[in-house]
């Protein structure tokens, strides 16, 4: 069975810093472009990041650009997303998906986790 699983949310206080990581079982991450998406609240969900599979080709959005890296540890099947300079409006559920396309959106990932709650508050 093919799983993916978010690890490393929690409550941080503005400014603070957390590292995501995302681990799978049954398949190989490092054939896979990794996502991280995130959804709040009342909002849709919005890719966060992705890498590549053969070159490690990463990008971000706008919102977390300069903030948050992407990077993957194909020996131990986990890609990671380290959040520094953390806002509130980065509070959401943070998924990591895999998929064959480079993409911000979610449309090409076939493969979601359950998902790991981040909550930026005083």
């Known amino acids: 069975q093919l799983q993916l699983v978010e690890s490393g949310g929690g409550l941080v206080q503005p400014g603070g810093s957390l590292r995501l990581s995302c681990g799978a079982s049954g398949f190989t991450l490092d054939y896979y472009t990794i996502g991280w998406f995130r959804q709040a609240p009342g909002k849709e969900r919005e890719g966060v990041s992705y890498i590549s599979s053969k070159y490690s080709t990463t990008n971000y959005a706008d919102s977390v650009k300069g903030r948050f890296t992407i990077s993957r540890d194909n020996a131990k099947n986990t890609v990671y997303l380290q959040m520094n300079s953390l806002k509130p409006e980065d509070t959401a559920v943070y998924y990591c998906?895999?998929?064959?396309?480079?993409?911000?959106?979610?449309?090409?990932?076939?493969?979601w986790g359950q998902g790991t709650q981040v909550t930026v508050s005083l």
């Open positions: 998906a895999a998929g064959s396309r480079w993409s911000l959106s979610p449309l090409p990932y076939n493969y």
